[in-house]
């Protein structure tokens, strides 16, 4: 449920989901909580990413998990099985997540437990690649995925999402000697929607790239404004 | 650009598009026109089963496409190379075609074309499984492409536009071996959100499932309102 493009009305709903934002971060700096903001189109891996996350680094850090869906606690499921908090939020007919829907799983989150004993939270927002991107939550930083399934072009068809990105993950690479693609041309339409953002190369299934993304969600937990620029592709 | 969930102001601009839709229908009903509305996740294969369909169809009917995006002509341009008319719309930061927006493109067709020549004419939504479901643009039918490598999950969670859906795609059908999917439950799925709809199993690669589509879209050409029920699934 969304309106259609009307300049005047979307800066205001753009302003007061900012200021909603603004408001969760200072929660999560407060309680010394790294946030990320985890986007991608339906069927990218999110979950399997989110589910190889907290298998690897659950012992090392506190983590919770923010799940939004449409409907259907499914993803919220399969992530509980981490023994990790898994506040499931339920959009309706909302196509993505928005600060006040946010705010509203931070503040269950700090009525259930602690969170000051919390080093992370992962935010899996609604599978859209076009919303999403322009709605931010509280995140100190946005990682993006983009399956080699979907294509080369994306990036230049799908700007605002890649543009916002700070983590970009071009996800199942297994699949890649299956497809008529160049993972090349992605990584550099991805560049030329932005320079900066560190790429990496995964797959679920062999293990790909997963070291270099676990190395980079440690690298943000409690330092989170520390993110580096001009940063490399790596596999 | 879109609005937090608001369900007074949402019905408001559904309303206001259902009237846009019901308009630019009343055009297409006027000139012999069948519209198709053919929406996925980005890259699921929207633009190449229209390069296939034109390829097969186009020395049949007479047909124009009405090719969405937020940016770019990439896949206008594949498409002009069919020699159709193919109007591009780009939508901007909105992430759906809405029936004003068609409205634009149905006149630019009106005005450098006699319309009543015309048989058929596929709009192709921007890539998002989520937004374009609630917006009809005039169609006759709605299309919707699920790659096989977005998971069997995606009908539970994504309900609107599977619910909407009066024929199914089930696309990349030759990647399926690759993948730890069972393309039985995907059909479970949808089946569970919509018993009615057509499913067809396809592979632009391997040609699997194309004629059926033909045969299926020459069955909407002039009696776009003969949409049959309970239809199998086929390959």
């Known amino acids: 449920m969304h309106q259609t493009f009307d300049a005047a009305l979307g800066i205001n709903l753009l302003h007061a989901n900012q200021e909603g934002a603004d408001h969760n971060r200072a929660h999560f700096d407060e309680w010394g909580i790294t946030c990320l903001n985890i986007m991608s189109s339906p069927g990218a891996g999110k979950t399997v990413l989110l589910e190889q996350t907290l298998a690897a680094?659950?012992?090392q850090f506190k983590i919770a998990v923010i799940e939004g869906d449409m409907t259907t606690e499914?993803?919220?499921e399969r992530l509980r099985y981490y023994n990790v908090p898994v506040i499931a939020i339920n959009t309706g007919r909302s196509c993505h997540l928005d600060s006040k829907m946010v705010a509203g799983g931070i503040h269950r989150l700090a009525h259930e437990y602690n969170p000051s004993e919390f080093d992370l939270v992962?935010?899996?927002n609604v599978g859209n690649l076009v919303c999403p991107a322009e709605f931010e939550v509280g995140e100190h930083a946005k990682v993006a995925l983009l399956s080699v399934t979907e294509g080369e072009d994306k990036p230049l068809k799908y700007p605002v999402m890649f543009q916002e990105a700070d983590c970009l993950l071009i996800t199942k690479m297994d699949l890649a000697p299956?497809?008529?693609?160049?993972?090349?041309?992605i990584v550099a339409n991805v560049r030329q929607m932005n320079p900066n953002c560190m790429i990496i190369l995964i797959s679920a299934k062999t293990g790909e790239g997963l070291e270099t993304w676990f190395e980079w969600l440690r690298s943000q937990i409690n330092q989170p404004s520390a993110i580096s620029h001009q940063l490399p592709v790596v596999h």
């Open 57 to 59: 680094l659950n012992h």
């Open 74 to 76: 499914l993803d919220a």
């Open 178 to 185: 299956h497809l008529d693609i160049d993972v090349n041309r």
């Open 122 to 124: 992962l935010v899996e």
